[in-house]
């Protein structure tokens, strides 16, 4: 699969669409994403999604750079969220990688 498109910001960041293969690769990180919505909080206190959608609604994308805060929760956060996903930690974080690896 190839990346549909690639961008970069005013304030320095890249970053790049990719379609998900599979129906289970959406459902997975849809559900990541908003358990971590939840619990990995913005520094400065802001909704998660009025932050992304600040300019326009955000609509079929999901937040790789929030995916990747998984790896930043303490051990019990992590151990809770991938047995939702019917996983081990590291299998999340090996998903996560295999991800970032074909964006790469």
């Known amino acids: 699969m190839c990346i549909r498109d690639r961008y970069g910001t005013s304030s320095g960041s890249i970053g790049a669409f990719y379609p998900f293969e599979t129906r289970e690769d959406i459902d997975f990180f849809l559900h990541m994403e908003m358990y971590l919505r939840i619990e990995a909080l913005p520094l400065c206190g802001r909704d998660h999604m009025g932050y992304r ?19 930043r929760l303490d051990y019990g956060k ?3 969220l991938s047995e939702e996903l019917d996983r081990t930690p ?15």
């Open 53 to 71: 959608s600040s300019y326009g609604p955000v609509k079929n994308v999901i937040d790789g750079d929030l995916c990747e805060q998984f790896s």
């Open 90 to 104: 590291a299998e999340v974080l090996k998903k996560l990688e295999d991800i970032r690896n074909r964006i790469l």
């Open 78 to 80: 992590q151990k809770v």
